[in-house]
């Protein structure tokens, strides 16, 4: 049983791989670029499902791969013409695929795959009146020095083969992988004979085929796979001797079936090549490295009681030399577990690429539905993030992308009476910026009329015609995270029901991040989003509130001051401080989380100040502790959800203190 599901859960893994490989391919296709390497790249990722699903005994998946497989080689040899139907009709498969994906993790039985077959099979017709135009097959004849020096071999015990290579058009150095191919055969068999070192176009337009004679104590899989796995390999042949024809003979030996049902049929029998070069990489479950994760949490807070014990054994005893060498051991597993825990997050880092790669097939169907025309430029995929956060960054990014192509981009001939080109522009782009991933989109559409938000806040009730005069632009700008908000004329069935926006800045606010906007009525809109690169292990800043131990993130703390008593004023009946000119709402953590403050009389107070965008808030507490390395533990169901908490640490003497969420304290500071 155990066997099984590993079986299974490594299919599902290549399957998945696969399926977003074939979907960048079509997507390809359809834009016109790379033809050839993109029918290739399909026809491979077909090949492989089929040949894993019938192992794995998924028969619709490997019929409707098989079909599929079979209109792709016909596409190769320019038996049939690319066409925007078929495009759709490629799509199509993919969706069906990927529906018997799902059904397969959930364990149900798989949708019959006859109806999209039909479609298939409704284009395997041949072009023209002629009849299939096909490629010369493998079955080379090789020439009759090759067997005059088969027969001069004396190792009979050993097995002898004919190994046939057809190089892909796309190889830039033909010789160089030819020479290549040769020193992995030496290495496993004496070559007995091989074709010269021509590489030139064949008749046909193709690379000219390259031929062996070997003997060898492997077998022809053996060979067949060995040759198949490097890279720039169009085709591979490994037949046995007695099957190969000599000069003057019309078929293979033992052979009476028709060449151009065997081409056809290639994929059932021989892999296709073009296999990247294996890197140095293992797949390990990511329950595992959870787990890793955890313990490591564990040690940060084990290290860090350590550390603090030391620091009262010196204080207690002295400058004794146990006590010295006790503290150079703590402070070199300090070390290592700061180095160890550096390279767990790396672990954890997976490329936002992984992320992107779902965002171009959704832009093509949401700019087909809406009759738009938009061009999806996508950089920076190589940017590393946990990979907790791009899960949850997902979801947020999908709404203002749909934003962007249905509000945003203008349809063609608006944009062309405004002399703009008819096609609109949508950048994704991410960097890495002062231990943050920066993620901008951006489109070259109408941009946010700040006038529209005012008026729309205004008839919805949202704010009052005297508030809405008081907001400048920016202010205005930030409406649109208020939740029911829309200044959709309509609505769609991709937008404009008023929700998502104010989604958009929970989500990421609850991962710690901030989104900001820049628009431009009729150049377009900036949406910035700002997230930590990771969320299990961070640093905050331990303050005292009354008896309670509270973490403030680090990337939420705008500055640290102690102001003493007169510098706080009141601004219609709420307590406020000036710095440098910006007067900042102030409030005390105790009041805000419902813990009872002690009147004491400060001569000066200690502040926190914390900001998201624009925001900034004061927040008063009783003592500042200094920072430290937190492992963010979640509160558990039991507890659930609080507004303005997003976990809890336990600290170096065995205590427990609550990590503030700085979007949360923001919006409770605000309604109160």
């Not at 008749?203 to 492997?218: E, K, Q, V, Y």
């Not at 797949?283 to 014990?309: F, K, M």
């Not at 009262?312 to 060498?325: A, Q």
């Not at 100040?609 to 509160?635: F, H, M, P, T, Y």
Request: proline share 3%.
């Amino acid at each position: 049983m155990s066997d099984s599901y590993d079986l299974n859960a490594i299919f599902l893994e290549e399957l998945d791989e696969q399926l977003s490989l074939m979907e960048e391919e079509i997507l390809k296709l359809e834009q016109g670029g790379a033809q050839a390497h993109s029918l290739q790249s399909l026809f491979r990722a077909a090949h492989t499902i089929k040949g894993s699903s019938a192992a794995m005994g998924y028969v619709e998946l490997k019929n409707l791969t098989h079909e599929l497989e079979h209109l792709l080689d016909r596409l190769r040899r320019d038996d049939l013409e690319l066409s925007s139907g078929l495009t759709n009709l490629f799509f199509e498969c993919l969706d069906f695929l990927k529906l018997l994906q799902q059904s397969i993790l959930a364990g149900a039985e798989l949708a019959d795959s006859a109806p999209v077959i039909a479609k298939l099979k409704q284009f395997d017709e041949p072009k023209g009146k002629g009849a299939l135009k096909r490629q010369e097959p493998l079955a080379e004849s090789f020439p009759a020095e090759a067997f005059a020096t088969m027969a001069l071999y004396k190792g009979k015990d050993r097995h002898t083969y004919g190994i046939t290579v057809r190089l892909s058009e796309e190889c830039m150095m033909p010789e160089a992988r030819m020479a290549v191919i040769t020193a992995k055969l030496q290495g496993l068999s004496d070559i007995l004979w091989q074709s010269g070192e021509e590489t030139g176009d064949s008749a046909g337009g193709r690379m000219a085929p390259a031929m062996w004679l070997i003997a060898t104590d492997c077998d022809a899989e053996e060979l067949h796979q060995m040759v198949a796995a490097l890279i720039d390999i169009h085709e591979v042949a490994v037949r046995p001797i007695e099957a190969l024809s000599s000069p003057g003979a019309e078929a293979c030996e033992g052979s009476d079936s028709d060449p151009d049902k065997d081409m056809i049929e290639a994929g059932d029998k021989a892999l296709t090549a073009g296999a990247r070069t294996k890197s140095q990489t293992i797949r390990v479950n990511v329950e595992r490295l959870e787990n890793v994760l955890n313990l490591l949490g564990e040690l940060v807070i084990d290290q860090t009681r350590l550390g603090q014990a030391v620091t009262v054994l010196k204080r207690e005893k002295g400058p004794k030399e146990s006590v010295g060498s006790l503290t150079e051991i703590s402070d070199h597993i300090s070390k290592l577990v700061g180095e160890l825990q550096e390279n767990m997050m790396k672990v954890r880092m997976l490329p936002l690429e992984q992320l992107f790669s779902r965002f171009p097939r959704m832009v093509r169907d949401l700019a087909q539905t809406l009759h738009k025309e938009i061009e999806l430029v996508m950089e920076g995929g190589n940017t590393e993030l946990d990979r907790n956060l791009i899960e949850e960054i997902g979801d947020p990014l999908i709404h203002l992308i749909r934003n962007a192509v249905d509000h945003g981009i203008e349809k063609p001939d608006v944009r062309e009476a405004a002399g703009k080109d008819k096609k609109g522009r949508l950048l994704i782009r991410a960097t890495h910026e002062n231990n943050q991933v920066v993620i901008k989109l951006s489109d070259d559409g109408a941009g946010i009329d700040s006038r529209k938000i005012r008026q729309s806040a205004i008839d919805k009730g949202v704010i009052t015609q005297e508030e809405a005069m008081l907001l400048d632009e920016q202010k205005l700008l930030q409406l649109i995270f208020h939740p029911g908000f829309s200044t959709a004329a309509k609505v769609s069935d991709v937008s404009g029901r008023g929700v998502g926006m104010d989604i958009v800045r929970t989500e990421i606010e609850r991962l710690n991040g901030i989104i900001d906007i820049e628009t431009t009525v009729g150049a377009g809109t900036v949406f910035t989003i700002r997230l930590p690169l990771t969320m299990a292990i961070t640093s905050g800043l331990l303050v005292k509130v009354s008896a309670q131990l509270l973490i403030v993130p680090t990337s939420s703390i705008v500055e640290i001051m102690r102001i003493e008593q007169k510098q706080i004023n009141q601004l219609r009946g709420r307590p406020v401080v000036t710095i440098r000119n910006q007067v900042i709402p102030m409030i005390w953590l105790h009041e805000l989380l419902g813990y009872e403050r002690d009147r004491q009389s400060y001569a000066k107070v200690p502040v926190v100040i914390i900001g998201r965008a624009e925001k900034r808030l004061a927040l008063c507490v009783d003592e500042l502790l200094g920072n430290q390395e937190i492992v963010i533990k979640s509160l558990g169901q039991y507890i659930g959800k609080i507004e303005g908490i997003t976990g809890a640490t336990i600290l170096g003497n065995g205590g427990i203190a609550l990590i503030l969420e700085t979007g949360g304290v923001l919006r409770r500071a605000s309604s109160l």
